[in-house]
């Protein structure tokens, strides 16, 4: 597992374009402001001094100016729990994709450790499987939504975390919006629900469960009306399209976070004017299992 730097070929922007290897996808997340798309290349891995990648990959990497590995990943999770957690938060640090003081706080107490399975390499910049034909999303995805969601994360505010797994992100708006606002989790599998509410309680967040921190198990793709409005709402799964009832339960003033599409998937930020108008961008090239049914999910 290695992790690369990219230098941009446009000098005005004198940017650095970061990028992690998982596994056997190599995701090229660009960093920078005059992106259009990240990219997506297989195949590609780091095998002893040499670099191997599909035909494609190699004409994409020509185009590039400058690539070098900067340090291998293992090298960063080498001691107990909470001082790799530390150093997992300190790696995205350094590479430009946690920026805010905020965002590093919060994901240096909640112990991403404590939200996978046992036998899994917590710490390693990728998604990792939680069963259920589910996943829990690689760290620079968890601290890219943070950062997206920050400012609609302030004590006293309210958060949804639709498809809310093993409950990592949900215990990480928690502690964001504290005892004064609300965090809630939907995930329509009851296994990984309950899951998420052991994990919860071992975790930084377990005073706030059930007095400001709730997990319901539910379809994602309606929401939590309850407890609507919500000042964000992130959604970890892909839609097809933005759900209506989102929409609804998304409060004006409020952001949402939310992957569209199927085969290609994009990365989009919606916030809901005051007027109750939408302003939709993209942030990026990503890809997400299906935000689907429980049985389709099963089915895979």
Same mark, same amino acid.
């Given at each position: $597992? ?14 650095? $374009? ?12 660009? =960093?920078?402001? +005059? ?32 690539? @070098? ?7 960063? =999770? ?13 790696? #995205? ?12 706080? +919060?994901?240096?107490? &909640? ?16 998604? $990792? ?17 943070? %950062? ?11 958060? #949804? ?9 949900? *215990? ?13 989790? +939907?995930?329509?599998?009851? %296994? ?7 994990? &919860? ?8 469960? %059930?007095?400001?921190? =709730? ?8 929401? =939590? ?12 799964? *892909?839609?097809? %399209? ?7 339960? #998304? ?17 989009? +930020? ?16 990503? @890809? ?13």
């Amino acid at each position: $597992m290695t992790i690369f730097t990219i230098y941009s070929q446009n000098q005005r922007e004198k940017r650095v $374009m970061h990028c992690v290897a998982l596994g056997s996808r190599f995701r090229i997340p660009l =960093w920078n402001p +005059v992106r259009k798309k990240a990219f997506t290349v297989a195949k590609l891995f780091y095998s002893s001094s040499s670099y191997h990648c599909a035909p494609s990959s190699v004409k994409l990497l020509s185009l590039l100016s400058d690539v @070098r590995p900067l340090t291998t990943m293992e090298n960063f =999770w080498t001691s107990g729990s909470v001082d790799k957690n530390k150093r997992m938060v300190e790696s #995205l640090q350094r590479y430009g994709i946690i920026k805010s003081k905020k965002v590093s706080e +919060v994901m240096e107490k &909640i112990d991403r450790g404590l939200f996978v399975q046992s036998d899994t390499p917590a710490y390693v910049d990728s998604p $990792m499987q939680i069963g259920y034909n589910a996943t829990i999303s690689a760290p620079h995805m968890h601290a890219t939504c943070l %950062e997206l969601l920050k400012e609609h994360l302030q004590p006293g505010m309210r958060a #949804l975390d639709v498809g809310s797994g093993t409950g990592y992100l949900t *215990a990480c708006f928690a502690i964001m919006v504290g005892s004064q606002g609300c965090a809630v989790g +939907v995930e329509h599998i009851p %296994e990984l629900a309950s899951f998420s509410i052991e994990n &919860i309680k071992k975790s930084s967040a377990s005073s706030l469960f %059930e007095g400001s921190l =709730w997990v319901h198990v539910t379809d994602g793709r309606l929401g =939590w009306a309850e407890l609507a409005p919500y000042d964000a709402i992130h959604v970890g799964a *892909a839609a097809p %399209e933005i759900p209506n009832a989102l929409i609804e339960q #998304l409060k004006p003033g409020g952001r949402m976070v939310i992957p569209v599409g199927t085969i290609l998937q994009d990365l989009k +930020v919606i916030d809901k004017k005051l007027d109750g108008s939408l302003s939709i961008r993209t942030e990026t090239s990503v @890809r997400y299992v299906p935000l689907t049914s429980k049985d389709a999910q099963l089915r895979g």
